[in-house]
């Protein structure tokens, strides 16, 4: 017998099985707290690769968060200034009216912002969507993506009018302090996803050079008790073929 490929009938051989498979076990009968360990990994590093997939949608979601809440920022910034403006006792009814015809561009622009922000068909910055929990793996552990509403109705400024005499500029100011926080708790979010993320690649990776490391042992080890098959049974099958020969050489000498 030149190989252990070349064995006969060793195809369902444990030891055999263990080496086609890559070192893997595949039955109780071969190691029944190998199996358990090895399924055990096999399910904490799916379980980490579908959280890395669920993270990093809810990467996507915080980044579309903060690029639309840096655009309503900018038209705040902008109506602060035409604020400002017409903060003016010198300007015409008709300047103000100017001014205000900007203002409303710039407060749909906001509303226009805040409904569009999407991901997968949830609204994020119109209220609607409420807080999203991701699965990070297996085990049940949550991230939160927070989500907001963004309109001018939430922020306090779907009526502001720079036309009145008495108009609240303090409107837009804490509209900016309302989108400055929330910017900073996605950031936040944000920080902990990507915290997230790193955990999940190098613990899959651990657990996958841990299983790498458990299947060559199980392998060498498979090829250990494979080889002293082999030789068990050439010495066996060398007994035989001696006994066959004295039984031959007894009957011969009987009829002789």
Known sequence: MSSISAISGYSNYSAYSVISN??????ASQGASE?????????????????RENLE?????????????????D??????????????????DDDKESIQ???????QGINDTANQAKYNEKNL???????????????????????????????GIDDYDVTKDDFDMSKIDKA???????RSNAGAQTNGVEHALSYNSHAAMELNGYQMDKE????????????????MDTYQNTLLAQKMRDDEQKAMNIFA
Do not use: H, P
Request: glycine residues 8%.
């Open 75 to 92: 038209y705040l910034q902008n109506i602060k200034e035409l604020s400002v403006k017409a903060k003016n006792a010198t300007l015409s």
């Open 125 to 155: 910055l119109s209220g609607n969507a409420g807080d999203l929990k991701v699965a990070t793996d297996s085990n049940g552990s949550l991230v939160n993506v927070s989500t907001y509403n963004s309109t001018t109705k939430a922020l």
């Open 101 to 107: 015809s900007q203002v409303k561009q710039y407060l």
């Open 216 to 231: 060559e042992d199980n392998s060498m080890r498979a090829v250990i008790e494979a080889k002293q098959k082999e030789l």
């Open 176 to 182: 900016l302090e309302a989108v400055t926080k929330n």
């Open 35 to 51: 199996l358990a360990i090895q399924e055990k990994t096999d399910t904490q590093v799916r379980g980490l690769e579908v959280g």
């Open 22 to 27: 890559g070192g893997r076990i595949s039955k």
């Open 57 to 73: 949608s809810a990467r996507s979601v915080l980044n579309i968060e903060d690029g639309a809440m840096e655009g309503i920022t």
